[in-house]
């Protein structure tokens, strides 16, 4: 960097592209309006004014999956969900991401023995990025799951292939 | 009218399918009665359970113009018979009845309440897909809550888990 930072003129900033990229990516991770059970009320409390998700750039909820990176499952994914879940992921766009939230979206919850339609985990069905638990989790706690996953972008090379993959 | 008044009534209109008056009591030593607590209601044969219904609403002393409730029950494992229940409300007189008709579990059918309460649409869908209940006569009999392939019925007392579902494994 030294060398460069002389060679242009005023107003010229250099970086590395996975930098600029990723910067780019995980300030604007847009959510998908989506909520299931009651895990989505907390998630309308982290889109208010006193949470306020907007600070990380994660509060242009989209009605839409083609214009969504993230998807929040909030709330109990039965079977007969599990397949519109499963479809709509399938819609977004690369690169996308998923946070399940809450006991429910993470391994079935308090339906885990007595639910028969109540999926055990949103991730029998699709990838997921970050688990956060709790019944439901505070909304702080979904802040804190939206930046771990804004670390995890953060040391995601873009341009070459990762090293290795764990 | 009080419950007893509204049996007295259904009596002496001679309600089709009436066979008598449940009410709650106290447990007796003597006969090894367990008691029972809860509301009183009438139970009817399920043939007659359109013409009952109908009585109930028509009748001028008693005008039930209200389906408040229409559910199912599975008691016991060892039951041959599963419940329907129905709690009327008249709204004009201020005065309720539950009814109640046992169906037995190899072949649960009974006619449909729709032609009477149209309000029973969902109620019934819903005692149809749990209980595995035929409402005959039901204008459109599909699934409300399970996937229309769903193999059993969830809220009878035998029912067994699923092991998968469309490959996802249930355990």
């Known amino acids: 960097m030294a060398l460069l930072e002389e060679a242009f003129e005023e107003n010229v900033l250099t970086t590395k592209v996975d930098w600029l990229l990723n910067w780019a990516r995980l300030n604007s991770i847009w959510p998908m309006t989506f909520g299931l059970a009651c895990c989505a009320i907390e998630m309308m409390a982290v889109g208010a004014a006193h949470h306020d998700i907007d600070r990380f750039g994660a509060g242009a909820f989209r009605a839409t999956p083609r214009q969504a990176d ?4 909030a709330g109990t994914v039965n079977f007969k ?5 499963k479809r709509l992921y399938d819609q977004m766009s690369s690169p996308k991401y998923v946070i399940a939230m809450g006991a429910c979206a993470t391994g079935g919850g308090p339906y885990y023995k007595y639910g028969y339609t109540v999926m055990k985990g949103v991730d ?16 702080e706690a979904l802040l804190e799951g939206l930046m771990k996953l804004q670390d995890k972008i953060r040391r995601t090379p873009v341009i070459r292939k990762p090293a290795f993959t764990a | 009218m009080d419950f007893k008044a509204i049996y ?9 399918g009436l066979i008598e008056a449940d009410e709650p009591r106290l447990p007796d030593k003597e006969t090894k009665d367990k008691g029972r607590s809860g509301m009183p209601f009438v139970r009817i044969e399920p043939a007659s359970f359109v013409d009952f219904l109908l009585v109930c609403r028509d009748d001028p002393k008693l005008t039930f113009e209200l389906l408040v409730d229409l559910t199912a029950s599975d008691p016991a494992a060892d039951d041959e018979n599963l419940w329907v229940l129905v709690q009327l409300l008249s709204v004009k007189h201020k ?10 579990k190899s072949s649960a059918s009974i006619p449909s309440a729709t032609a009477v309460y149209r309000a029973a649409q969902w109620h019934e869908r819903e005692c149809g897909e749990m209980y595995g209940i035929t409402f005959v006569g039901h204008p459109d009999p599909r699934n409300i809550l399970l996937p229309d392939d769903w193999v059993g019925y969830p809220m009878r007392k035998d029912y067994e888990f699923p092991k998968e579902y469309h490959g996802v494994s249930c355990e």
């Open chain 1, 124 to 139: 029998r069905i699709i990838p997921v990025d970050v688990y956060i638990a709790g019944c439901p989790p505070r909304p």
């Open chain 1, 81 to 85: 969900m599990g397949e519109r879940v």
């Open chain 2, 8 to 16: 007295d009534h259904l009596r002496a209109v001679d309600a089709p």
């Open chain 1, 70 to 73: 993230l998807m929040i499952v």
């Open chain 2, 95 to 104: 005065h309720r009845l539950a009814v109640k008709a046992y169906l037995p």
